[in-house]
Every structure is written in C-alpha cells, then in structure tokens.
C-alpha cells in the first residue's frame, strides 16, 4: 500500500525559505518516479518538478526553476522540496505524487500542505 504523507507547510513572508517533506511507504524505488505539484485556489494544478529515486536526476517545471530544489533521502524514505525565494503566488496547497514508469500518470497522491507566503 503507497502512502505519500506531507509535512513542512506553513506561512511565510515574501524572500523567505521554506522545505516541505513527503514521507514514503509502499514505494518500490527502483521502479517509480516522485513528483510535486501545487494547486492554488481557482487555479489548475502544476507541475513543479519530478525526481527519479534511483540516481537523483531531477526535471522542473519553468516556474520554479532556480528556486525550488527537489532531493530525496534514500535513508529516511523521504522526498523533499526546497523552496528559496518564495513569492506571494507561490501559495497553494503543496502535494507529492508517485508514478510507476509504466504507469504514463501519476498514480498516487498525499493529502497535500498548505504554503501561504505574504507580500
């Protein structure tokens, strides 16, 4: 059973930093890619980015391209978002993903964190 549970949310001002956790179970790494998406109020859900679990190598949506820093810690079963710089409209609710590679959709979702940055 994969359960993606996030952490880390919270409210912040304009400039700060922020890294929201997504812890994993269930997962067999070798064969699933990670993701993050958001959703703001209104607003469809984006991409921010995807990380593969085995090698690291990482893939980011435009908006957040030199802010934001996906990683993960094989160790700890965790996936990570680090997110620098932060914008007012960068608040939405924050949520990681799984996806087999077979799959060609993103099959499995946390019940996402909210990020609320202020001018």
């Known amino acids: 059973q994969v359960q993606l549970v996030e952490s880390g949310g919270g409210s912040v001002q304009a400039g700060d930093s922020l890294r929201l956790s997504c812890a994993v179970s269930g997962v067999a790494f070798s064969n699933y890619g990670m993701g993050w998406f958001r959703q703001a109020p209104g607003q469809e859900r984006e991409f921010i980015g995807r990380?593969?679990?085995?090698?690291?190598?990482?893939t980011y949506g435009d908006s957040v391209k030199g802010r934001f820093t996906i990683s993960r810690d094989s160790a700890k079963n965790t996936l990570y978002l680090q997110m620098n710089s932060l914008k007012p409209e960068d608040t939405a609710v924050y949520y990681c993903?799984?996806?087999?590679?077979?799959?060609?959709?993103?099959?499995?979702w946390g019940q996402g964190t909210q990020v609320t940055v202020s001018s």
């Open positions: 993903a799984a996806q087999r590679f077979s799959a060609g959709r993103w099959e499995y």
């Open positions: 990380i593969r679990w085995i090698g690291g190598s990482t």
